[in-house]
């Protein structure tokens, strides 16, 4: 198990073959992604009932009540209804992360009411009503907002999960840098406060989207990154975050990385570095 | 000459083009024949992406280039007389939603096949949609999202329209990296497109041109 703490993130209806199973009500393929993604390490699953906004409340319950009796682990619900949000909170079971609230008005009061009534984490994105602030201190301020809102509701800071935001680098190739050195801020000016990340953005638009994921997730990891939203089926993505900790000396006497050696994890780097 | 600008703007070769630009003015050539030959570029870096050779980068750069090359040959086209238009397009990123780099796009190729176009910019509220129409009595609108949330902006800015009683005789299409058929009939609008040509097309369609 690595120390990132892992949201998986397949089980998002803005996905086509999730909206196809969640409109057909496919039980299989919902619970298939759910266990493969547990087994595989998550910490939590991402839960988003997607883009038909009337029936996102039954569908969002739907996905809930489907996924629950087949893992042990909690749920992140991932909506920015609150209706939605507040129907899934009555059916999860096991205390969910909420994704999530950010500086807009409307999420701050219709979602950080509902995380303080449950006793919730809370993923807090770093922007707001006008938008994602393009320098580090932009996003700063943005974040002490909110964590300022999120201790007045009584959420205690290591129930926060501060996102940086990443930003395609197809747009901006210096959107990386701004996130690395929003999370090193971040760091420390909340040190209990959890930093949290959705990876796959920074490479959207571009081919080979892999190599960009790994190689950020990696600089992430060096910055203070400690929790992030990926596919943890992702054997590559996954194969790099063991070794980046252990060089990151986080791995004592390398045995996560000797055990993902054990349980193949490898295997197919390996064959390929020998074939090489 | 208008075909190396076509290939040099098409590869990417942003300083020889612009150097082309300045040269083919210093020399007489129309900011027509110029904007012909970026519009030529542009459908060739579309087929690209189509293609999987060229990726958002590449759009982005050619966006830029093609602010710079208008830049340039701007004292020229202001000497031209007032261009006959097929017609105007009202166009712009719904409330909630501050993604811009397709639809400005859309506003440039739009511009430059011969339609009247106003940006509106991102984040645009329903009303200030509604307003606009009244203002500048388009024949389409062009409504831009990325997220999913902007779906819900779609139809709302729709709706709006309609509760103005301006939709009859209006033609909507919408457009965004994840819009589908079924988008388009949740929002309510005509038409949605996968590029900037299908845009184009689009509105050429409902202008009868």
Same mark, same amino acid.
């Given at each position: 198990?690595?120390?990132?703490?892992?949201?998986?993130?397949?089980?998002?209806?803005?996905?086509?073959?999730?909206?196809?199973?969640?409109?057909?009500?496919? #039980?299989?393929?919902? !619970?298939?992604?759910?266990?493969?993604? *547990?087994?595989?390490? $998550? %910490?939590?699953?991402?839960?988003?009932?997607?883009?038909?906004?009337?029936?996102?409340?039954?569908?969002?319950?739907?996905?809930?009540?489907?996924?629950?009796?087949?893992?042990?682990?909690?749920?992140?619900?991932?909506?920015?209804?609150?209706?939605?949000?507040?129907?899934?909170?009555?059916?999860?079971?096991?205390?969910?992360?909420?994704?999530?609230?950010?500086?807009?008005?409307?999420?701050?009061?219709?979602?950080?009411?509902?995380?303080?009534?449950?006793?919730?984490?809370?993923?807090?994105?770093?922007?707001?009503?006008?938008?994602?602030?393009?320098?580090?201190?932009?996003?700063?301020?943005?974040?002490?907002?909110?964590?300022?809102?999120?201790?007045?509701?009584? #959420?205690?800071?290591? !129930?926060?999960?501060l996102?940086p935001? *990443?930003?395609?680098? $197809? %747009?901006?190739?210096?959107?990386?840098?701004?996130?690395l050195?929003t999370i090193r801020e971040m760091r420390r000016?909340f040190p209990?406060a959890h930093l949290?990340?959705?990876?796959?953005?920074?490479?959207?638009?571009?081919?080979?989207?892999?190599?960009?994921?790994?190689?950020?997730?990696?600089l992430a990891l060096a910055a203070g990154l400690d929790t992030?939203?990926?596919?943890?089926?992702?054997?590559?993505?996954?194969?790099?975050?063991?070794?980046?900790?252990?060089?990151l000396?986080?791995?004592?006497?390398?045995?996560?990385?000797?055990?993902?050696?054990?349980?193949?994890?490898?295997?197919?780097?390996?064959?390929?570095?020998?074939?090489? | 000459?208008?075909?190396?600008?076509?290939?040099?703007?098409?590869?990417?070769?942003?300083?020889?083009?612009?150097?082309?630009?300045?040269?083919?003015?210093?020399?007489?050539?129309?900011?027509?024949?110029?904007?012909?030959?970026?519009?030529?570029?542009?459908?060739?870096?579309?087929?690209?992406?189509?293609?999987?050779?060229?990726?958002?980068?590449?759009?982005?750069?050619?966006?830029?280039?093609?602010?710079?090359?208008?830049?340039?040959?701007?004292?020229?086209?202001?000497?031209?007389?007032?261009?006959?238009?097929?017609?105007?397009?009202?166009?712009?990123?719904?409330?909630?939603?501050?993604?811009?780099?397709?639809?400005?796009?859309?506003?440039?190729?739009?511009?430059?096949?011969?339609?009247?176009?106003?940006?509106?910019?991102?984040?645009?509220?329903?009303?200030?949609?509604?307003?606009?129409?009244?203002?500048?009595?388009?024949?389409?609108?062009?409504?831009?999202?990325?997220?999913?949330?902007?779906?819900?902006?779609?139809?709302?800015?729709?709706?709006?329209?309609?509760?103005?009683?301006?939709?009859?005789?209006?033609?909507?299409?919408?457009?965004?990296?994840?819009?589908?058929?079924?988008?388009?009939?949740?929002?309510?609008?005509?038409?949605?497109?996968?590029?900037?040509?299908?845009?184009?097309?689009?509105?050429?369609?409902?202008?009868?041109?």
């Amino acid at each position: 198990m690595s120390s990132l703490k892992i949201i998986g993130e397949k089980i998002n209806g803005t996905r086509p073959r999730v909206a196809q199973a969640i409109g057909q009500r496919d #039980v299989a393929v919902i !619970r298939d992604l759910a266990v493969k993604q *547990a087994e595989a390490g $998550a %910490a939590w699953l991402d839960v988003n009932a997607g883009t038909r906004s009337s029936a996102e409340p039954y569908d969002l319950v739907w996905l809930i009540e489907t996924i629950q009796p087949v893992v042990e682990i909690p749920l992140c619900l991932d909506s920015a209804n609150p209706l939605a949000m507040a129907a899934g909170l009555r059916v999860v079971e096991r205390t969910p992360m909420i994704n999530s609230i950010s500086g807009e008005a409307r999420r701050l009061e219709g979602i950080l009411p509902l995380v303080a009534e449950h006793g919730c984490s809370v993923i807090a994105l770093a922007m707001d009503g006008t938008g994602i602030p393009e320098t580090c201190e932009g996003r700063l301020e943005v974040a002490r907002k909110l964590v300022t809102e999120t201790r007045a509701s009584g #959420v205690p800071d290591d !129930r926060v999960y501060l996102d940086p935001l *990443a930003m395609t680098l $197809a %747009a901006n190739t210096k959107s990386a840098q701004v996130a690395l050195d929003t999370i090193r801020e971040m760091r420390r000016e909340f040190p209990e406060a959890h930093l949290s990340m959705g990876l796959s953005n920074i490479s959207f638009g571009l081919p080979a989207r892999s190599h960009i994921n790994r190689a950020f997730l990696i600089l992430a990891l060096a910055a203070g990154l400690d929790t992030a939203i990926l596919d943890p089926l992702d054997r590559e993505i996954m194969a790099a975050l063991v070794a980046a900790e252990l060089v990151l000396g986080q791995d004592r006497h390398c045995l996560n990385y000797t055990r993902a050696y054990r349980a193949g994890l490898f295997a197919r780097s390996d064959a390929m570095a020998t074939r090489a | 000459m208008s075909k190396k600008l076509v290939s040099a703007i098409a590869d990417m070769r942003e300083e020889e083009a612009l150097k082309l630009v300045r040269k083919m003015t210093a020399e007489g050539t129309s900011p027509v024949a110029i904007l012909d030959a970026a519009r030529e570029a542009m459908g060739v870096i579309g087929e690209r992406c189509e293609k999987g050779t060229y990726f958002l980068p590449e759009l982005i750069m050619a966006g830029e280039m093609l602010t710079q090359i208008t830049e340039v040959i701007r004292p020229e086209l202001a000497k031209l007389p007032e261009i006959k238009r097929h017609g105007k397009v009202l166009i712009g990123t719904v409330k909630g939603d501050i993604h811009d780099i397709g639809k400005n796009i859309v506003s440039f190729m739009l511009d430059v096949n011969g339609f009247d176009v106003r940006d509106l910019g991102v984040d645009v509220a329903p009303q200030k949609f509604v307003e606009a129409i009244r203002d500048f009595h388009p024949q389409v609108i062009g409504l831009s999202g990325f997220l999913t949330l902007a779906f819900d902006a779609m139809k709302e800015t729709i709706e709006a329209i309609k509760g103005a009683d301006l939709r009859d005789g209006l033609k909507i299409m919408i457009g965004g990296g994840q819009i589908t058929e079924q988008i388009k009939e949740y929002s309510g609008a005509d038409a949605y497109g996968r590029d900037a040509m299908a845009g184009v097309s689009l509105a050429r369609k409902w202008v009868g041109k």
